[in-house]
């Protein structure tokens, strides 16, 4: 089974269009995250919920909205998608408390055109 | 406040040497310092971690790290580098609460037949 799943996998879009991705973990952890991976390969984190509290908000526009309907669950909702957008978005869980070992998602590749 | 810095964005070695990635990190409170592994098209996975006790750390796939507080170091190593080995590779440090883990720009490992 597989531990942090994302749907989908490829996203191809038009500018201006909304689109949603989401996140999925049977790990059973409390806390949750979406980062952003650019062509360079650079991680930046966006968001992280922990039992569906929003804990961490990072310098994000806010056409990106969050969304946790339950632990295990975290959705990424991007209105008016720009060109800018374009990158690999990675969901990851943690145990919480003193753990912050990470499990990441496959990621999903949005292109936006 | 934290911060990593891994030296070198690209690294080649011969299959067979020795591989050595730095990491350098910055934080105001004891760190946890994490090296996580990116295969091309997927996700990151963790290879090992540095919480309290033991300095050095093993990890999977033959990997070590050993935490230098003195030098602010994370550096990882692995005595004899497989054609498998080639991959991105991101040192990363946790400190203080709320789970907030903070990425370094990632190390391109090239090994060469």
């Known amino acids: 089974d597989t531990a942090v799943s994302q749907t989908p996998k490829y996203l191809v879009t038009q500018m201006g269009n909304d689109k949603s991705i989401k996140c999925e973990q049977n790990l059973g952890h409390d806390t949750m995250y979406w980062y952003k991976q650019d062509s360079k390969k650079f991680l930046k984190i966006m968001f992280s919920?922990?039992?569906?509290?929003?804990?961490i908000n990072e310098t994000v526009p806010n056409r990106f909205s969050p969304k946790s309907p339950d632990k295990a669950h975290l959705n990424l909702h991007i209105n008016s998608l720009e060109l800018g957008d374009s990158a690999v978005y990675f969901c990851?869980?943690?145990?919480?408390?003193?753990?912050?070992?990470?499990?990441f998602g496959p990621g999903t590749r949005l292109t936006v055109t | 406040a934290q911060s990593v810095t891994q030296l070198g964005s690209h690294v080649s070695v011969s299959e067979g040497a020795l591989v050595l990635l730095r990491c350098n990190y910055s934080s105001s409170v004891p760190p946890y310092l994490f090296w996580y592994v990116q295969y091309p098209n997927q996700g990151l996975q963790l290879l090992l971690k540095?919480?309290?006790?033991?300095?050095l750390v093993k990890g999977i796939n033959g990997f070590e790290a050993e935490f230098k507080k003195s030098e602010t170091s994370f550096h990882l190593t692995k005595p004899s580098a497989h054609m498998s080995d080639a991959a991105e590779y991101f040192c990363a440090v946790a400190a203080g609460g709320y789970q907030k883990v903070t990425f370094g720009i990632g190390t391109k490992l090239q090994v060469i037949p």
């Open positions: 919920y922990n039992n569906k509290e929003l804990i």
């Open positions: 990851a869980s943690s145990q919480g408390g003193s753990s912050h070992e990470q499990y």
């Open positions: 540095y919480t309290t006790g033991a300095t």
